[in-house]
C-alpha cells in the first residue's frame, strides 16, 4: 500500500509541473507566484566582479558549498528508489545537499532500505538529510539517520496533507512534543519542514522552543499536496483546500526573527526566485517539482545541466546586485509589491513609511 501511495505521488506531481493546460506546463502560460511580487531595486552601480561571489553559505553551524539544495520527495518503492539514486548522482555532480523523501516506509518495512541508502551510496562525500514525519520515536530517528550516516534530520510536518489524505492521520495535537523528543535524541540537527503549506513565524518560534535547528518554510506555490491528496479520494471533495497556506514568501516574511535560520522552499521556479528567497532572510533554498520534472523527462544528464544553470545563473545575479555571498542577498534592497504587500503590512512585517521596500 505504502509503495504504491508513493508511486502515485510522484505520478500526480509530475502531472502538476508537466500536464498541458496546466500553469506550469513547460509550453503553457508563465505559473504565476508571490515571488513576482519581490522585485530588486536596481541600483546600477551597485555590481561587482563575478570572481569575488561566492555561493558557500553556513546556518545552524551547517556549511554547505551552495544554497541549493535537493528537497524531500520520494522513497518507499523501486520505481521510487531508482529516482533517488538518479537525485543522488545529481547532487553529487553538482555538490548539491540532497534530503530523502520520508522514511516511514523503511520504519514499517526494512526491506525498502534500498530505495534510500542510493542516496548516500551515490553521494558519500556529500550532505544528506534524512526525513521522517512528527509521528516518529527517537529510537526511529536515530534507525534513519544511522542507514544513511545523515549530517541533518529532516521533520515534515504536514496536517494538511494528512487531512486530506484517505488513510491520514487525523491526531495533531502531540507533534510538538514528538518533534521536542527527537531534538534531544539524535547526534545531527533537526531541521522542520512543510510540505507546501508553509511555516507562519509564530510556529518558528514554538519550533525554537523545542531544540529545533533550522526550519524550511516550505510555502505554497510548487506541488499542491491537497490537490494531489483529493485526486486519490474516491470523491475527490477536498478541492476547496487547494492553494492552502502561506506562500513562501509570505512565510519568509512572516518568520524573520522568529529565533531560528530558516530555509525557504515551495514554488521555486527559477535562479531569481532563490536570489529572492535569499534576500528576504532565507540561508538556502531547496526545490523539487522542477528537479523531478527535469530527471523523468530528460535523465541525469539534463538534471545535472539544469541544477548547472541554476548556479551560474544564481551566480551571475549576485554580481549583478554586488552580493559577494548568499548572504549578502539579504542587504539587498527589495521592493514588495501586490497581495504580498499587503499581506506584510496586515502582519506589521512593513510600515506603509516603508513604502514596501525591505532592506
Known amino acids: 500500500m505504502t509503495g504504491h501511495r508513493k508511486d502515485d505521488h510522484v505520478r500526480l506531481a509530475h502531472e502538476q509541473h508537466t500536464t498541458k493546460g496546466e500553469p506550469s506546463a513547460p509550453n503553457g502560460p508563465p505559473r504565476t507566484s508571490q515571488f513576482d511580487e519581490v522585485r530588486f531595486v536596481h541600483h546600477a552601480l551597485a555590481g561587482t566582479d563575478r570572481e569575488k561571489v561566492s555561493l558557500a553559505t553556513r546556518f545552524a553551524g551547517v556549511d554547505w558549498p551552495v544554497p541549493l539544495y535537493i528537497n524531500a520527495m520520494t522513497g518507499g518503492s523501486p520505481r521510487t528508489g531508482e529516482i533517488n539514486r538518479d537525485l543522488a548522482v545529481a547532487a553529487r555532480e553538482t555538490g548539491l545537499p540532497i534530503a530523502t523523501g520520508s522514511m516511514s516506509p523503511y520504519l514499517k518495512d526494512p526491506d525498502t532500505a534500498s530505495t534510500f541508502t542510493p542516496v548516500r551510496r551515490e553521494h558519500p ?99 499542491d499536496f491537497a490537490r494531489i491528496e483529493n485526486s486519490r479520494r474516491d470523491r475527490p471533495d477536498y478541492a476547496y483546500l487547494e492553494g492552502w497556506g502561506l506562500s513562501t514568501p509570505a512565510a519568509l516574511l512572516d518568520a524573520r526573527g522568529c529565533g531560528l535560520p530558516l530555509l525557504a522552499s515551495g514554488g521555486v521556479r527559477s535562479p531569481l526566485d532563490v536570489a529572492r528567497a535569499l534576500a528576504l532572510g532565507a540561508r538556502a533554498v531547496g526545490a523539487s517539482g522542477p528537479f523531478l520534472t527535469t530527471l523523468l523527462d530528460g535523465g541525469v544528464d539534463a538534471l545535472v545541466r539544469h541544477i548547472t544553470t541554476w548556479l551560474d545563473q544564481l551566480t551571475a545575479l549576485m554580481t549583478l546586485l554586488g552580493a559577494h555571498s548568499p548572504e549578502a542577498l539579504a542587504d539587498c534592497d527589495v521592493w514588495l509589491t501586490g497581495s504580498l504587500r499587503a499581506f506584510s503590512l496586515d502582519r506589521g512585517l512593513i510600515t506603509t513609511a516603508e513604502k514596501g521596500v525591505t532592506a
Open 125 to 223: 562525500d556529500g550532505f544528506v538529510l534524512a526525513n521522517l514525519n512528527a509521528e516518529a520515536t527517537p529510537e526511529q530517528a536515530r534507525r534513519a539517520v544511522g542507514l544513511l550516516d545523515a549530517d541533518a534530520l529532516q521533520i515534515h510536518i504536514n496536517s494538511v496533507q494528512e487531512t486530506v489524505m484517505p488513510e491520514g492521520d487525523r491526531s495533531f495535537a502531540h507533534w510538538a512534543g514528538s518533534i521536542e523528543r527527537i531534538a534531544a535524541a539524535v547526534d545531527v540537527p533537526v531541521i522542520v519542514k512543510e510540505v507546501g503549506f508553509g511555516l507562519s513565524g509564530r510556529t518558528v518560534r514554538e519550533l525554537a522552543s523545542l531544540g529545533v535547528r533550522a526550519a524550511d518554510v516550505a510555502g505554497s506555490g510548487g506541488t
